[in-house]
């Protein structure tokens, strides 16, 4: 896997290489997941980060995300990739939503699947961070 392709919720392509990129942590998601919104309070928690924030990237495996959802989860408007494709997801072992995965040149680092807990989202940071080289 080279380059994650897709399109923001405006339509505006993005294309995102992975296997140069700096450490990234992929949000993935579904919005009709009930157990993904519980994710979210987490999930915010990485996104503001001003540490680690822009390395925060979210997958959708839907192709579009209702207005109603973008309005609950501003960062959706911001950095959400849509339409997960088939190769991405065998990549990264997506068989279910919601996952939190950190990436570092293209390969899994570390997978929390499901919600993460409080002390997920400390080890997601400190490892980012680390990864970064700020720690």
């Known amino acids: 896997m080279q380059t994650c392709e897709s399109h923001r919720p405006d339509g505006s392509p993005l294309g995102i290489d992975l296997m140069h990129s700096a450490p990234l942590i ?41 207005s109603s959802y973008i309005n609950k989860h501003p960062a959706t408007q911001r950095s959400a990739l849509l339409g997960l494709s088939a190769e991405i997801a065998r990549s990264f072992n997506l068989a279910s939503t919601p996952q939190t995965i950190l990436v ?24 980012t961070i680390t990864l970064s080289g700020g720690g």
Request: net charge negative; proline share 8%.
């Open 26 to 66: 992929l949000l993935v998601f579904n919005p009709d997941c009930a157990i993904c919104e519980e994710n979210w309070v987490h999930w915010d928690k990485l996104i503001s980060d001003p540490r680690i924030g822009r390395q925060c990237l979210l997958l959708s495996t839907s192709p579009k995300l209702p």
């Open 104 to 127: 570092e040149h293209g390969k899994i680092v570390r997978t929390w699947p499901s919600v993460l807990s409080e002390d997920d989202v400390q080890e997601v940071k400190k490892n």
